[in-house]
């Protein structure tokens, strides 16, 4: 089977499997539930001013939302990835396509990722795995995977466990930090740094950020778990039992969001990870993000008959929420969040 057919087979066992089995994290808590906003029963706000917009990658952004890298490269791929872009357009908001792998080796494919002609004005971006940097992939390819999509930034994405359990895995993660500075210091776009839902810690965030990156995406643990996803895709008893062996592993997201903002007070950081509702949204940007990603809760409004029009729904419900836990801490803006103490 050619590489292409292979990798479009995997995109919608990924899509059915995140959809139809219970591929959460277990034993391991986001940390969301933890902390508190504090109530204030006299805000001396309008809910109808609080301002919720900021920038990324040097554009506005209506809300600190980002629609995680999901998809591509199959048919019922593209049509996820045009209703999620159809949907950050008219919400203003970021958004990431899957992995391109595949599209930058078979342009064929590339249709399924290119989404800039509904959604001209977000900043959008590219994704690989930063391991495929080991496996015959160059700067020219990440630049090809940003003009195939006229992307903002290219995410290169660490996801040492999901490859590690994948049957067809590729582990050989040795001096991809050199290789991750090239990208940084070659490629005309910034690159952002991100896991898939184990999270990234301060030591490594630091490491990243010495060799140049510039924007990091903790994607902590709690979450949709890829070694969850993997245990569905083995063909063997052992294959679960070593996946299922992992479903509590990795840095709980709002660990990774204090660690990282704690250890670098300049990075952009994307808290992401388990966020599953606008007050999610609201401690993450208190603990220390500057932007907030959600996969899972897209993607199923995204496959909706709806399409758009249900995943817009969705993400208003998290601004919404998002409005209201400001309003009701006493924040008038994304400044003020960012200051106000948690209660844990
Ligand atoms: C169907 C699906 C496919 C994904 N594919 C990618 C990918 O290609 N590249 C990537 O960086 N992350 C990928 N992810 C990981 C998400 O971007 C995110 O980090 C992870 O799902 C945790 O977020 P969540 O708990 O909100 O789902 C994928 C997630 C889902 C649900």
Redesign the pocket.
């Known amino acids: 089977m050619p590489d292409s057919t292979a990798t479009e087979g995997r ?1 919608v066992d ?2 059915r ?3 139809g089995e219970d ?3 277990k034993g391991v808590a ?1 940390g969301f539930a933890a902390y508190r906003l504090p109530h204030t029963a006299l805000p001396e706000l309008d809910l109808d001013e609080i301002d919720i917009r900021t920038t990324f990658l040097g554009k506005p952004v209506n809300a600190p939302l980002l629609i ?5 490269g199959a048919h019922v791929a593209e049509k996820i990835n045009l209703a999620l872009a159809e949907a950050a357009e008219q919400l203003g908001i970021a958004m ?5 792998r595949a599209a930058v080796v078979d342009s064929r494919l590339a249709s399924t990722y290119q989404v800039r002609r509904v959604a001209p004005r977000i900043p959008l971006l590219a ?3 930063a391991v495929q940097l080991n496996y015959s992939f160059g700067v020219d390819h990440c630049r090809r995977a940003v003009e195939m999509i006229e992307a903002d930034a290219l ?1 290169l ?1 660490l ?1 040492p466990l999901q490859e590690a359990v994948q049957p067809e895995g590729n582990v050989n993660f040795k001096g991809l930090l050199a290789k991750i500075e090239q990208v940084c210091r070659e490629l005309p776009v910034p690159v952002v740094v ?4 184990n999270g990234i810690s301060a030591h490594d965030a630091r490491r990243l950020y010495e060799v140049g990156v510039r924007v990091i ?1 903790v ?2 643990a ?5 070694s969850e ?1 993997e245990k569905f895709r083995q063909n063997n008893q052992q294959g679960v039992r070593v996946a299922g062996a992992f479903a509590d592993w990795g840095i709980a ?1 709002t660990e990774a969001i204090r660690q990282v903002r704690a250890a670098l007070p300049d990075v952009t950081l994307v808290g ?5 509702s606008g007050v999610d949204v609201a401690k993450a940007i208190a603990l220390g993000a500057d932007m907030v ?7 199923i409004p995204a496959v909706d008959e709806r399409g758009t029009e249900a995943v817009v729904e969705g993400l208003q419900a998290f601004i919404k929420e998002l409005r209201v836990a400001m309003f009701c801490s006493g924040c008038a803006d994304l400044a003020t969040l960012r200051q106000l103490r948690l209660e844990s």
Not at 68 to 72: A, C, F, N, Q, V
Not at 272 to 276: A, E, I, T
Not at 293 to 299: D, E, F, I, M, S
């Open positions: 995109k990924h899509i499997i995140v959809l591929v959460a994290a986001t995680s890298s999901m998809t591509g990431g396509v899957g992995s391109q994704n690989l795995g995410i994405h996801n991100k896991e898939v839902g995406d994607a902590g709690g979450g949709t778990s890829w996803v997201t992401s990870g388990g966020v599953r990603g959600t996969a899972k809760p897209a993607l």
